[in-house]
């Protein structure tokens, strides 16, 4: 597939602007003259304090397998899961039952005690843990009067082990003992609402024994078993200290240094789960621990090298690093990773929301592509290609329509959600049907588009061709259908009809690729071209007012700027045929509806059908409009607030996708701003995970031991008093739209044109290296509000096309790899050339730019202290 035939299909291209004679990038081999490991230690979360507790954990995973560490006063304690220990009930239909529900079970935990307070912050002399990004790892030093140890702690990918290696030196001989143990426990699904308080569910089917040296637990779950085995090495006195776990002694002494080796089988992964896992074990202990770090080492030199993100605000940019992270640690397994703890959940088996629910796991995914790590998000279409079957049936069954519906909650296996909420928010099915189109945009999998994104496109727009009804005006209209989770119906909901606006065009084209039947696809296109327009609306008075002779806007982000429309897109139509607007538009007292935040917001994103192409249009100027009216996510602290999960009407929540419409807008002033508040608010948690809010309901129980929940028991339906403190719990939903705003305001590709730094903070220099749709990697370098340069690399060749770097300048120059000058035509302000598969092009200002090229290598050091932004801490202080 070419280039243009590329564009024919999806509009989606890249173009990059010109590049400065001194920089650490070098044209001729694309690379970057940064020094490792500092161009990632610079990044990581340093903790001059114990982790006295697991929400503030260090986490380690290999994408599969993950870790959170902890400690006691004298051990390390460290939560084991693994992405597909799935508990279900019995195959058919979702069914709403607690704790019967399928749910991802923990694996279990491993205890390494020293048999002397080594972490106790009473005695801590010295104390150093780091998550160390450009390897993977946590580590752990402390020193007491007692003695001083020492932990390094990784998950291997190649070798499928976690390991624990230790060192302690002490005053006078001690026993170290390893535990490694699994209590099962109830789920407490919707723990803040309903509660089972029969304390004996989960507890069944827990077995342990020693074989072959080794700690064995197995555990038989309702459909599948798994097995938790772990070797102390170089050797130690393994016995099983009941059915639910075993202990490994180390004979006394003042200097130990031993190694942990745990791994985790399912019978997914092996129909005889203990044979694997010792296979395992046999083959990590022939290697040792040196090979295995080694090769762990390698997987993660090879990771960070794809991308490069380079921020004026280093907070920011740690944050960006940190998404990455984490998403490597969790994204490589059979299963995407779940939107609340991933795989670091850490107290037994408590899993909130224990279903996938799309409006949440999505952004996950989001930022991963354009970070050029598109391997990262295949788990997360493995698991929708393979729940298709069961959302046809849905459809079918439940909706009687053709196609595929995806409901908003659905199950590991693909069972949606049986409810009239989940079957009248019709956006889903549209949204993860152009995630697969998304994916194929960047990599240009042509086996993938066939076999995994087509079959997903093909039945999503049927449904929505289906759904549909044609007025007596000959237009297509959606009807009775909610504003995504939560809102009254309408008749012509924004979200809907954004997403009929984004997908039809695709699957028209995506259908043309394939050579599917002409005549659905020409159906398709008929709806397309009589789809009733986006609906807007007057702003209410009290919006804005008059300022030196300006109409402003009175609050929301936009505060005193100047209003660049009065009119606003409304959600829809209602019965009584008014047209309704968002959720903030009556004032801080009134709520409208609840439901997600922000669905006018759509056309922007996720929709992608208004952006900087549209600049000046009145849908565009109706998009800035809505969007800084937005309330700001600096969240005052000290307000007086109801603890309602519902939030309050003039705050937003942390799963709101605003921070990426302000760059797809090209907001950069307000963009750089927000970017700071949200993740001032919603960074709950030194090693930087976030959560979504309520803010006034999660952040007091994130920081206070006492708070109180009063949820129904499910039995007697009376309400009871319940502490918070136990189930607080990350959420992986704030910070990777940070970073999916992070790159937007980067560089754009969606509109099939590159746009470098569309949004980019308006001080400081910046650099990045960035995938774009189309399948090229971009470098840029702007300095003191100016693009200096710009490189591309073509994967796939074809013709790119730029939004031209340097307009007021007008001159041009793109010059190939070998420094032959290649041919641009312009079109208005944007630049097009064609490439040629695996080429590298340079574009500058001017033709000396090249030739007066100076590499000049940058050195960045490790972290050595906790990095603050207003509120946010990333690490811990000294507290000694």
Not at 88 to 108: F, I, K, Q, V
């Amino acid at each position: 597939m070419n280039r243009r035939e590329f564009l024919s299909l999806s509009g989606a291209s890249l173009s990059s602007p010109g590049a400065g004679i001194e920089s650490a990038y070098s044209p001729a081999d694309g690379s970057w003259s940064i020094d490792w490991p500092g161009r990632v230690s610079q990044h990581d979360v340093i903790y001059l304090s114990p982790p006295e507790e697991p929400s503030l954990g260090l986490p380690v995973g290999n994408g599969d397998l993950g870790a959170l560490l902890w400690t006691t006063d004298s051990a390390l304690v460290v939560a084991v899961n693994k992405c597909d220990t799935w508990d279900d009930r019995e195959p058919g239909p979702y069914r709403e039952a607690e704790e019967l529900n399928s749910t991802l079970r923990h694996a279990g935990r491993l205890v390494i005690d020293f048999g002397c307070p080594v972490f106790d912050l009473l005695y801590q002399s010295q104390f150093e843990g780091r998550v160390r990004l450009a390897t993977g790892e946590a580590t752990l030093q402390a020193a007491t009067p007692f003695a001083a140890a020492a932990v390094s702690c990784y998950a291997s990918a190649e070798h499928r082990v976690l390991v624990a290696r230790c060192e302690m030196d002490a005053r006078e001989a001690y026993a170290p003992g390893v535990t490694v143990e699994r209590w099962g426990s109830r789920v407490f699904t919707r723990w803040y609402s309903r509660v089972n308080r029969d304390a004996s569910r989960g507890l069944e089917g827990t077995a342990t024994a020693i074989e072959r040296g080794r700690v064995v637990i197995r555990q038989k779950l309702r459909t599948l078993s798994f097995v938790v085995a772990a070797q102390l090495l170089p050797s130690g006195t393994p016995r099983a200290l009941h059915s639910r776990g075993g202990r490994m002694e180390v004979a006394a002494a003042r200097r130990h240094a031993f190694t942990v080796l745990l791994t985790v089988v399912t019978s997914e992964n092996d129909p005889d789960p203990p044979a694997a896992a010792h296979r395992i074990l046999d083959r990590a202990v022939a290697e040792g621990e040196p090979a295995i770090r080694a090769a762990h080492e390698r997987q993660w030199r090879r990771f960070w090298p794809a991308s490069l993100v380079d921020l004026p605000n280093k907070y920011l940019e740690n944050i960006w690093h940190l998404v990455l992270y984490y998403a490597n640690s969790s994204c490589r397994g059979a299963y995407p990773p779940h939107f609340c703890n991933g795989l670091w959940a850490w107290n037994r088996d408590f899993m909130p929301w224990t279903s996938y629910f799309h409006w949440n796991m999505q952004w996950h995914l989001w930022p991963l592509h354009a970070a050029n790590h598109a391997e990262l998000a295949v788990p997360y279409y493995r698991y929708r290609r393979q729940s298709l079957g069961h959302a046809i049936e849905y459809a079918r069954d439940r909706m009687g329509k053709p196609g595929a519906f995806y409901a908003d909650v659905a199950d590991r296996r693909g069972y949606n959600a049986q409810s009239s909420d989940n079957d009248n928010n019709r956006t889903p099915g549209a949204q993860i049907a152009l995630d697969f189109w998304r994916h194929y945009a960047f990599t240009l999998d042509e086996p993938f588009l066939r076999e995994s994104a087509w079959p997903v496109i093909l039945e999503v727009t049927r449904f929505y061709a289906a759904m549909v009804e044609r007025g007596g005006d000959g237009l297509y209209r959606a009807r009775q259908t909610s504003a995504y989770e939560g809102s009254p119906l309408f008749d012509e909901t924004v979200t809907d009809m954004a997403m009929l606006r984004a997908l039809l065009p695709v699957a028209v084209g995506a259908g043309k690729r394939v050579g599917h039947d002409p005549s659905e696809l020409g159906r398709w296109q008929e709806i397309f071209d009589h789809l009733a327009p986006l609906r807007l609306v007057e702003l209410s008075p009290p919006e804005y007012e008059t300022r030196g002779g300006e109409i402003v806007h009175r609050g929301g982000i936009g505060a005193g700027k100047k209003l660049a429309s009065r009119r606003v897109f409304a959600v829809g139509r209602n019965k009584n045929g008014e047209w309704v607007r968002n959720r903030y538009a009556s004032g801080k007292d009134k709520m409208p509806y609840y439901g997600l935040p922000d669905p006018e917001l759509a056309p922007v994103f996720p929709a992608g059908i208004i952006g900087l192409g549209q600049a000046g249009s009145e849908l565009f100027q109706a998009a800035v409009t809505q969007v800084r009216l937005h309330p700001t996510a600096d969240i005052d602290p000290e307000a007086r607030a109801p603890a309602s999960m519902e939030g309050r009407a003039d705050q937003c929540m942390g799963w709101c996708p605003y921070p990426v419409v302000l760059a797809r807008l090209g907001l950069a002033e307000e963009l750089a701003e927000e970017l700071v508040n949200t993740v001032s608010t919603w960074q709950f948690y030194p090693q930087g995970f976030g959560h979504y809010g309520p803010y006034f309901v999660f952040k007091p129980q994130s920081e206070n031991r006492w708070a109180l929940n009063h949820p129904r028991d499910v039995a007697s339906k009376q309400e009871f008093p319940f502490p918070a403190w136990p189930f607080r719990h990350f959420d992986n939903e704030a910070m990777p739209i940070v970073a999916c705003a992070i790159n937007e305001m980067l560089l754009q590709s969606h509109e099939g044109v590159l746009r470098v730094c569309p949004a980019a903070p308006p001080e400081g220099d910046v650099r990045f290296q960035l995938a774009a749709q189309g399948g090229f990697l971009v470098s840029a370098e702007r300095r003191s509000g100016k693009v200096l340069w710009v490189g591309v690399e073509s994967r796939a060749g074809g013709l790119c096309r730029m939004a031209h770097p340097w307009l007021a300048e007008g001159s041009v120059v793109c010059l190939e790899a070998g420094a032959n000058e290649t041919p641009l035509a312009r079109s208005g302000d944007v630049i097009e050339w064609t490439t040629q598969p695996g080429r590298r092009y340079l574009l500058v200002r001017r033709r000396e730019d090249r030739e007066q090229w100076r590499v000049t290598p940058m050195t960045p050091q490790a972290r050595r202290e906790p990095r603050k932004l207003k509120r946010a801490t990333l690490g811990r202080e000294r507290m000694f």
